[in-house]
């Protein structure tokens, strides 16, 4: 069974950091790039950042020089370090196994993290 679970948000300044961690299970995550997406109240959710299996990474515009995706193979799981956080970073976060921006396995979301940024 193809799991995600999502930790490490929290409450935190405009201008602080979160680091955000994935670990995951039932898939092959070493063949597999790894996706972070976040919703925002009242927005779609949306591709976020990508990792491939061999580390390439690929960032959405409004998040470039600030997040930084990681993953540790041995422990099947993708890290999300996000500094200089804004007020529109507000969202829940989730993570996936993906194809370029979008997920594959679309019907088996975890329960995300919140993370809330005040100004």
Known sequence: QVQFVES??????????VRLSCTTSGFAFG????????????KQRE????????ANTGYIDSVKGRF????????????????????EDTAVYYCNAAIGDSPIYARNWGQGTQV????
């Open 8 to 17: 490490g948000g929290g409450l935190v300044q405009a201008g602080g950091s």
């Open 31 to 42: 063949l597999n790039a790894i996706g972070w997406y976040r919703q925002a109240p009242g």
């Open 116 to 119: 809330t940024v005040s100004s």
């Open 68 to 87: 930084t995706i990681s993953r540790d193979n041995t422990k099947n799981t993708v890290y999300l370090q996000m500094n200089s956080l804004e007020p």
């Open 47 to 54: 591709f976020v950042a990508v990792i491939s299996r061999s």
